[in-house]
């Protein structure tokens, strides 16, 4: 039997979940605390770098990695009201991370950079070269970035796209590279080239900066 004119909209899930006394439940989280003294002095310290270093917004950059869990459950359920809690289970680690890298303009975005487990995946088998693809592509053991493949990327993709990208608009090439703290960001980044300043945000940044 085949309903006729029903229509799963948001009010109606709202209905059902009171008719039916569901409620909804975390399995899993965390909280991360930030450093809200370190965050509210940093972009006086950005700005005071940039306006030593005579940067041009085309020249300053900001990269940051997300991981992808594509095998990660949802982190809530719905239950019954009557029920106290819901069993989790183990939570499935595979993954890999994405690098994103884009300039201040937004006029410049740089070739994600794939961070995977395989050296060679089936999808690149009719590439005939894998500057093909729109995508760079690194392996590591566990799929996470770490201080060697970030040096890597810094030295082989992001100079000599951001050399290009400033030779295009007929500027100097000298650059201003923005991103995390973190133990794959190692500090003698910004000597790795003499036209490419690292500059580093500040401990658990994260939720005050963004505001």
């Known amino acids: 039997m085949q309903p006729s004119g029903f229509q799963a909209s948001t009010g ?13 439940v975390n399995l899993t989280g965390e909280a991360a605390s930030a450093d809200s003294v370190a965050a509210d002095n940093f972009p006086q310290i950005l700005k005071d770098t940039i306006e030593e270093g005579g940067y041009d917004p085309e020249c300053i950059y900001n990269m940051d990695e997300c991981g992808l869990q594509y095998k990660k459950m949802p982190t809530s359920t719905f239950i019954s009201r009557a029920s106290k809690k819901a069993r989790g289970r183990k939570a499935d680690k595979s993954r890999f991370t994405i690098l994103f890298c884009c300039n201040l303009t937004g006029t410049h975005k740089m070739k994600p950079l794939v961070v995977h487990t395989a050296a060679h995946p089936r999808c690149y088998n009719n590439l005939t070269s894998t500057s ?14 770490n201080s060697a493949t ?31 703290n973190c133990p794959a960001h190692p500090e003698h980044l910004s000597d790795l080239h003499p036209k490419v300043k690292v500059l580093f945000y500040p401990p658990n940044h994260l939720a005050p900066a963004a505001t």
Not at 139 to 145: D, V
Request: aromatic share 18%; hydrophobic share 45%; with cysteine.
């Open 12 to 24: 109606w899930l709202y209905r059902f979940i009171d008719r039916k006394e569901i409620r909804n």
């Open 132 to 145: 093909q693809a729109p995508i760079y592509w690194m392996k590591t053991l566990n799929g996470w970035m």
């Open 150 to 180: 970030t040096q890597e990327w810094l030295t082989t993709m992001f100079v000599p796209d951001a050399r290009w990208h400033c030779r295009k608009n007929g500027l100097p090439f000298k650059v201003l590279l923005t991103m995390d």
